[in-house]
């Protein structure tokens, strides 16, 4: 009788986009992972609507093997926290496993996680401790990292991604909250309980076409410093209070230095102080417009995603 590591179901969630190249290899390495790891396991891929030949792969996977089950949305519907969101609400085993479809974070791994958890921990998730990716992208992967366990008001741990396991109950109380505009990897520290880390070397893609941009990196760190920070605002208020003292002192010195020195004059200067203090306001404003577009998006009560077809649907059995 073949020996397992644990009798416990587990739900692995792959969020995917274009991964034709990555699809049927993500599956056999997965296949390979819970072949001593529990006989009771579903793989969830989660596609964001792909326009590749995405699909046709993943009917075919499903027919061979039952572990499989596909969600496919009908529209892409951004970033992979919608995935995420999607497959583990899905979900059905006593732990969920999140990783991303492109294979950079390795399969192999989590026993590694699994084992974590049966020891007592709740969430176990990858620390990022080497990148395969260009100097410029590292650095600013690092940067951002450190400036959200800095400013945000909860504990984030420094340079771990969504690759991670949840406990059920902390799958279902994260797929209990109403908000739209999610941050999973925040809302996973956010609940709590009890968390550790494991790391681990994100290897650089080996199929496939990257579709994250710079441009698209840039948002999703946009969105989770405001979704778990008020240092934004803060700012605003800090130097706000700033310039309202160095006004004050201005305005008591101003008489003085009338008297003994020449007042400032000039189109030059004005002209640079209106520009100065009109990029100040602009700057303001566009840091509270993030604010207010977050709230109007939650505000308005739509669907968080819209499945088109889920293959090897459970619910139904």
Known sequence: MKQYLTEKSISVVIACYNEEENILAMHERLAKTFETLTPNYELIYVDNC???NSERLYEELSKKDQHVRVILMSRNFGVSDISFTAGTEYASGNAVVW???DIQDPPELIPQFVEKWLSG?????GIRKKRKAGFFLRWASKMFYR???KYSYIDMPLYAGDFCLIDSRIAKIIS????????MRGLRAWVGFRHTGIEYTRSARKAGQAFTSYNLYFRIARKGLISFSFAPLTLISNIAGVA?????????AYPFLAIFYPAPRGFLTITVLLLLVASTQFFFLAILAEYIARIFEEVKGRPKYIIRKILNDHTKQ
């Open 50 to 52: 792909s326009v590749d």
């Open 99 to 101: 990783i991303d479809g």
């Open 121 to 125: 921990y709740d969430v176990v998730y």
């Open 147 to 149: 400036v959200l366990k």
């Open 176 to 183: 209990s909250f109403p908000e739209r505009d999610r941050f």
């Open 244 to 252: 309202m003292l160095i006004s004050l002192i201005m305005l008591i």
